[in-house]
């Protein structure tokens, strides 16, 4: 079973500048859930689609956004890049079905932006 | 939100067992508390979760205090390759939505 794979592992920006970053789940996985993971503040959780839809949205600002399509991949993108926005960019996919929080987390290994 | 807290970092000497505690003391009923655990360079990966009763698997044990507002974390014999960042959080319904809050993770290191 192939797991949660992240497009692109690396990727350097200029401030200013805008990145999508792409998840793909495991097969049969429709919720997809994205964090960003810095070194002084951790794992923050950034936005949950499910079918399409965003369930869920952290405290990020509205540079932030993200899209999943049809077949549960999911896109994010963040506009106008700022120094800040340098991290690891994760995504995680589940079978998002409500089991009373018990679902398991399948990770991805991430996507490294530097913003210069 | 229900938040976590954790010891920023841990030692242990390898073959011995491991602790790791969390607090959750704004726990609510229906939150479940995982772990996870990050290895260098890698996404988490899951480690273990429960409700309210203490819980085993092939990677560790889960020790659930009886008011829930903590929880232990428990390598039985720790290995090199147990070296990681262990993030305890809360899996919670929220609105009719799952919601996932992170703590800022124990940083596990194991000593030859």
């Known amino acids: 079973k192939a797991g949660v794979t992240q497009t692109p592992r690396y990727l350097i920006k200029t401030r200013g500048q805008q990145v999508t970053l792409s998840c793909s789940p495991i097969?049969?996985?429709?919720?997809v859930s994205w964090y960003q993971q810095t070194p002084g503040q951790g794992l923050q959780f950034l936005f949950e689609?499910?079918?399409?839809?965003?369930?869920n949205k952290g405290n990020f600002p509205g540079r932030f956004s993200g899209r999943q399509f049809s077949n549960s991949r999911s896109e994010m993108n963040v506009s106008t890049l700022e120094l800040g926005d340098s991290a690891l960019y994760l995504c995680?996919?589940?079978?998002?079905?409500?089991?009373?929080?018990?679902?398991?987390?399948?990770f991805g290994e991430g996507s490294r932006l530097t913003v210069l | 939100d229900a938040k976590t807290t954790q010891p920023n970092s841990m030692e242990s000497n390898e073959e011995e067992p491991v602790h790791l505690p969390c607090n959750h003391s704004?726990?609510?009923?229906?939150?479940?508390i995982h772990w996870y655990r990050q290895l260098p360079s890698q996404g988490p990966e899951y480690v273990i979760h429960?409700?309210?009763s203490n819980v085993n698997n092939r990677m560790a044990s889960l020790a659930i205090a009886e008011d829930r507002k903590s929880s232990t974390l428990i390598l039985h014999r720790a290995t090199l390759r147990d070296a990681a960042v262990y993030y305890c959080?809360?899996?919670?319904?929220?609105?009719?939505?799952?919601?996932?809050?992170f703590g800022i993770g124990t940083k596990l290191q194991v000593i030859p």
């Open positions: 097969s049969g996985h429709r919720s």
């Open positions: 689609y499910f079918s399409e839809t965003q369930r």
């Open positions: 995680a996919s589940s079978t998002g079905l409500a089991q009373g929080g018990t679902g398991e987390l399948f």
């Open positions: 429960g409700l309210t």
């Open positions: 704004t726990i609510s009923g229906t939150d479940y």
């Open positions: 959080i809360l899996r919670h319904l929220s609105g009719g939505y799952q919601k996932v809050t």
